[in-house]
């Protein structure tokens, strides 16, 4: 059983840099072929799918959130990590770290295990 727990501040500032970590445990991020995703869901609206890490370590954003979105991994301690520049107010979600099955899947529908998410504020 595959299990992810998402972690980091839950109150950014504006102009500031929003960064969490996700701990896989069950099962390794270099397993092929999974992807390794971030999500997020802002308050009363639906789920946007962000970016992944592959388990060979390719990157794929969300063109609508490319120039602030970064993603890594420590494959020594199974985790990855978001980090999201010059956040606003409408960053404001709950953040969610998933695993995708399949290199090219991005969409929340193609997730098969999630993390519990962890909501984040963005607020002076």
């Known amino acids: 059983q595959v299990q992810l727990q998402e972690s980091g501040p839950g109150l950014v500032k504006p102009s500031q840099t929003l960064s969490l970590t996700c701990t896989v445990s069950g099962g390794s991020i270099t397993t092929t072929y999974y992807t390794w995703n971030w999500i997020r869901q802002p308050p009363g609206k639906g789920l946007e799918w962000m970016v992944h890490i592959s388990y060979d370590g390719t990157i794929y954003y969300s063109p609508s959130l490319k120039s602030r979105t970064s993603i890594s991994r420590d494959t020594s301690k199974n985790q990855f990590s978001l980090q999201l520049s010059a956040v606003t107010p409408e960053d404001t979600a709950v953040y969610y770290c998933?695993?995708?099955?399949?290199?090219?899947?991005?969409?929340?529908?193609?997730?098969?295990?999630w993390g519990k998410g962890t909501l984040v504020t963005v607020s002076s």
């Open positions: 998933s695993r995708g099955v399949g290199i090219k899947v991005v969409t929340p529908e193609g997730m098969d295990y």
